[in-house]
C-alpha cells in the first residue's frame, strides 16, 4: 500500500486530514446550543446547532433523508442546503452507513 503523509492529505480534499480540518473551520462559527431534530432505532441522529442541521447515519445500512426526516421545513431542497457531506460530493439524501452531512438549515 501506499505510505500516508500529511504532505499529500492536505492536498487531497477527500483525505480525513481535509475533512477534519473542515469541520473544525465549521464548529468554530456555530453558536448556541444543540437542538435533538431526529434519533431512531435503525441509527438516524439528526440535530441543529447555529444555522446548520447535522444528520448522521449511525446504522448498518443506507438512509434515504428527506426534509422531514431531518427536521426541515417541508418543500426544503436537501441538494442546496449541503455545506459539508462525507464522502465529498455525497449525495446527501442517502447516508451511507458512517456516512453524515451537514445542511445549512435556513
Known amino acids: 500500500p501506499q505510505a500516508r503523509n500529511v504532505a499529500d492529505e492536505r492536498r487531497d480534499p477527500a483525505s480525513l486530514w481535509s475533512l477534519h480540518r473542515?469541520?473544525?473551520?465549521?464548529?468554530?462559527?456555530?453558536?448556541?446550543g444543540v437542538e435533538v431534530v431526529a434519533a431512531d432505532a435503525d441509527g438516524?441522529?439528526?440535530?441543529?446547532?447555529?444555522?446548520?442541521?447535522?444528520?448522521?447515519?449511525?446504522?448498518?445500512?443506507?438512509r434515504r433523508l428527506t426534509p422531514a426526516s431531518i427536521g426541515m421545513p417541508d418543500g426544503r431542497q436537501l441538494d442546496g442546503a449541503v455545506v459539508l457531506a462525507t464522502p465529498p460530493g455525497a449525495d446527501p439524501a442517502l447516508l451511507a452507513p458512517g456516512g453524515g452531512a451537514i445542511l445549512a438549515s435556513a
Open 22 to 32: 473542515d469541520l473544525i473551520a465549521l464548529r468554530r462559527t456555530l453558536r448556541g
Open 44 to 62: 438516524l441522529l439528526a440535530y441543529r446547532r447555529g444555522g446548520v442541521t447535522v444528520a448522521l447515519n449511525l446504522g448498518a445500512a443506507p
